[in-house]
């Protein structure tokens, strides 16, 4: 009968053994789950999913949607604000205290762009019901102030290498997070957003793809959280099949 230690000894080398091929399917593959892993390994679901959650609770997987992991070397996406950025949001939120407000340099889009192009506006989203009031009292304060303009207008009048402010809606429920006291967009919100709104046109094409394949590189992403907005945004197919390609 083996002794103790040697059942011990040998379990943990077939458990290291599952871990490494874990990782190893999840580099590859860039997102795993527990049906993926249990196709890989010849395990039951249940047993991946056991692996799964001690390998994310080690810190080696990143959860990254229901049931989703990935590896977690990469990095999560910072983004810190100006202080021009900041004023206005402060501001804004002095004058009216009861209104949701997303403020960000175009500066934040620089580190997923393939070609760099230079963007020194400031974005303040708003509720649709507040857009028409924040844009007048913008307007008094600053100069080229624009409300929700459209690509072709973009073209024709505002040169994104000039400081502007743009003045648009904030979507309902949109993935945003705090940053040094102001809310700005999660990366999932910047990746829909650039697909979908008319100033962000510039950003079409070649450079789409582009796009997601360094955010998907470099950062970890909440897929869920991508989809859901995309849903809002009606533009899931689109996204989808832009993260199939990646």
Known sequence: MPNLYYLCTRNQVKMNACKK????IAHTNHRVN???LATACGMKPVTARQYLSALAKDNELVRVGRGIYAIAQRQTFAYKPSKSAKKIYLK????LPFTDFCVYDGSILSPIQHHLSINHAIYV???RDAVESVFIHLKELYKNVYRQPTATFLYDYIDLREECIIVKTLVTE???MEVDGIMVPSLEKLLVDTQK?????YLRGSESLNMFQLAFDQYTI???RLMRYAKRRSINKEI???INQT
């Open 125 to 127: 989203e708003t509720n």
């Open 222 to 224: 909440n897929t869920q």
């Open 197 to 201: 709104d008319a100033d962000f046109d």
């Open 174 to 176: 949109s993935p945003l």
């Open 92 to 95: 804004m939120k002095t004058v």
């Open 240 to 242: 989808q099949e832009l």
């Open 34 to 36: 527990a049906n993926i």
């Open 21 to 24: 091929r874990i990782l190893e």
